[in-house]
């Protein structure tokens, strides 16, 4: 049986997964970058700022305001398609500076439809 969203050839469901990126992640529109290549990739689940990591300002000029941060999320979808889209976190916007994306596989959800924010 076909996960019936995804197209995934798992027997049961897709795999999912729960992701974190460090970096200069927050302020360089990084959620809408992580949504759009979801969405591309036909990827469910969510991404998020992460409120408890505390911010270090990078550059205090207000126009360029940027801090670094955590984003955090889940993903779930054929692996291929999840590999895919952890490269492309890994680069992230042109704005962004990447410094680590941390991944681990999670129990898939059902019914889940999607990729959005979860701020």
């Known amino acids: ?19 974190n990126v460090h970096g200069r992640v927050q302020g360089v529109n990084f959620r809408s970058f992580a949504i759009d290549e979801a969405e591309s ?5 969510f991404v998020g700022n992460d409120p408890a990591y505390e911010h270090e300002l990078v550059d205090s000029s207000q126009a360029n305001a940027r801090c670094r941060g955590h984003v955090t999320g ?6 291929s398609k999840i590999q895919d889209y952890l490269k492309a ?3 992230g916007p042109s704005a962004a500076r990447v410094s680590k994306v941390e991944h681990e596989k999670i129990e898939a ?3 889940e439809k999607g990729f959005g924010s979860s701020d």
């Open 41 to 45: 990739r036909g990827l469910t689940g």
């Open 109 to 111: 959800k059902s019914g």
């Open 74 to 79: 889940e993903a779930q979808g054929d692996d």
């Open 1 to 19: 049986m076909n996960c019936p969203l995804h197209h995934c050839s798992h027997a049961n469901s897709c795999p999912q997964i729960s992701f």
């Open 89 to 91: 976190l890994e680069k």
